[in-house]
């Protein structure tokens, strides 16, 4: 997700404030909130065992923010930074077109202190009475977000994009 800003070549430019030393700017912290909506086309992860009671995957979305404090300290609740959604709203196993949001959904609210370093991640995973498999995922850098109603095209298990697999989330960023 870093390497996205650069066009995937590898290379990142640092952010102005880091190159000039006559350039000093304070950093704000904003508010990130994000609502996932729904998702369409989700596949079923690698290697799914169908059964004849379950041909379909359960889907729930991860949502988390990377920074430079993503490690936590032994003290600190790792769970805190990560929001996880429940099971969708039209159907517990709907992987074509599940829908998380309704009017009464929660939102997820992350405190971001560096926007040019700090990177918003999205897991979808699918779950079964035995394991949890990953559908796909998506990284992006906070400072190339654009608030509003928001595509989120997943990437697979190993980094290449799925053709149909997507999320519908919901941005806002309060400065």
């Known amino acids: 997700g870093k390497f996205m800003r650069g066009s995937n070549c590898g290379?990142?430019?640092?952010?102005?404030?880091?190159?000039?030393?006559?350039?000093?700017?304070q950093l704000k912290p904003i508010i990130l909130t994000v609502k996932v909506i729904g998702g369409w086309r989700l596949p079923r992860p690698f290697g799914?065992?169908?059964?004849?009671?379950?041909?379909?995957?359960?889907?729930?979305v991860?949502?988390?923010?990377?920074?430079?404090?993503?490690?936590?300290?032994?003290?600190?609740?790792?769970?805190?930074q990560i929001k996880t959604t429940g099971p969708p709203l039209n159907g517990e196993y709907n992987n074509h077109n599940?829908?998380?949001?309704?009017?009464?959904?929660?939102?997820?609210?992350?405190?971001?202190?560096?926007?040019?370093?700090d990177m918003l991640l999205f897991k979808v995973f699918s779950l079964t009475r035995k394991e949890t498999q990953i559908i796909g995922y998506?990284?992006?850098?906070?400072?190339?977000?654009r608030p509003g109603i928001r595509v989120v095209p997943l990437k697979g298990e190993y980094g290449a994009p799925l053709i149909h697999g997507d999320?519908?989330?919901?941005?806002?960023?309060?400065?």
């Open 98 to 117: 599940p829908i998380w949001s309704s009017s009464s959904s929660e939102t997820y609210e992350f405190s971001i202190e560096d926007e040019d370093v």
């Open 138 to 145: 998506y990284a992006i850098t906070v400072a190339d977000i």
């Open 62 to 80: 991860e949502v988390s923010v990377w920074n430079k404090n993503s490690v936590p300290n032994d003290n600190e609740d790792p769970s805190a």
């Open 11 to 25: 290379y990142i430019l640092k952010p102005t404030r880091m190159r000039s030393i006559y350039h000093s700017q």
């Open 167 to 175: 999320l519908l989330v919901e941005i806002t960023i309060n400065r």
């Open 48 to 60: 799914f065992k169908q059964s004849n009671t379950n041909k379909l995957c359960k889907p729930i």
